[in-house]
Each structure stands twice: as C-alpha cells, then as structure tokens.
C-alpha cells in the first residue's frame, strides 16, 4: 500500500466502538461503508415476517472479519437485516465507494480485497452447503470439528437460531455428541 493511500485512509475512517447489542448496520437502512473488525464480534441476523431476529452468520477479527451492506451496496436497496456486536467491538468504518475507487488503482489491494473476498464467499458457501446437506446432529458436529470457537463466543441461541432449531434441540444434541 502506498504512503498516499495510507493517509487517504486515516482521514476517510473512522473508528467505532460498539457495546453489546448494539447495532452497527440497521434494519432498512442504507448503509455504504465497509467494516473492518479490530476486536469483537458480530451477527448478522434477518428479521422474519413476523418479526423475528433469525441468526444467518457470524463474524469475529479472525473469522468474515469486514463485511458490508451487500443489498444496499449491489442492489441500491434498504438492508433486509440487521448487524449487532455480539460483544463489546471495536471497527474501521470505511466508505465503501472511496475504498473501491482505491481498488481501482493499486493492483496489491485489488489482490487483497479479491482474495478476501473470496475467502468470505467461500465460507459463506460451505456453511450453506453443509447446513443444507446434513442432519442437525452432522452439521453441529461439523460445526465443531470446523468452526469450534464460535460455540465459545457467541450464546447458545443464536447457535441453535443460526442451525434453524430450537435451543432445547441444540442442547439434546450438544448431550448426545461426545468430544
């Protein structure tokens, strides 16, 4: 990265501090910056027509650490969820349009974003795929073996709301599977 993108960025980001539950992008908004976690977690819930927060991923400083408004930055509409700290967090805020324009220009950030980009798209991929192919009882197994530290950061219910089962399930399962 050069020097000059450097100190383009410092003035275009700002840093956000955000408490537990706390909302850093709104249901039905639109929101055009991209986060880079520092510290912290996240999830990203739906709201279902009856008004129910559905859990659909999760993100820490090491695991989907930036994300953005997808719908608003792609499709020009409002979000059709919500992103929350699922602890005390800390995120870089970056416009996403200057970001991109950078990208634009320095062919080792082009290489950085794809790759992580991908990165994220491939996750995303697998956790669908393997939800969608597999018992509760193979995917929560799976979700062990793969991804066992969110089961140490995020609550039980948001596990089970992001596996589409009842806590009560989740819990049976947890009892029947022996690490």
Not at 11 to 40: H, M, W
Not at 52 to 62: A, I, N, P
Not at 65 to 72: A, G, L, Q, V
């Amino acid at each position: 990265m050069t020097t000059i993108f450097v100190h383009q960025l410092e003035d275009k980001c700002t840093i956000l501090t955000l408490q537990k539950n706390e909302p850093l992008i709104a249901f039905q908004s639109n929101n055009r910056k991209i986060y880079f976690i520092v510290q912290g977690s996240f999830v990203r819930n739906i709201i279902t027509s009856r008004g129910e927060e559905k859990t659909v991923m999760f993100h820490t400083e090491s695991f989907c650490e930036f994300f953005k408004s997808y719908d608003t930055v792609y499709f020009h509409q409002k979000t059709a969820y919500e992103v929350k700290a699922n602890e005390r967090s800390v995120v870089i805020a970056v416009d996403y349009d200057f970001l991109f324009q950078q990208i634009q220009n320095d062919l080792k950030l082009l290489q950085f974003y794809t790759r992580k980009t991908e990165e994220l798209f491939v996750t995303i991929d697998l956790f669908r795929n393997f939800q969608l192919g597999l018992t509760s009882e193979e995917y929560l197994k799976w979700l062990y073996e793969h991804y066992g530290f969110l089961f140490q950061r995020f609550p039980a219910q948001r596990i089970a709301s992001f596996m589409g089962i009842t806590n009560v399930w989740l819990s049976n399962l947890k009892a029947k599977i022996t690490f």
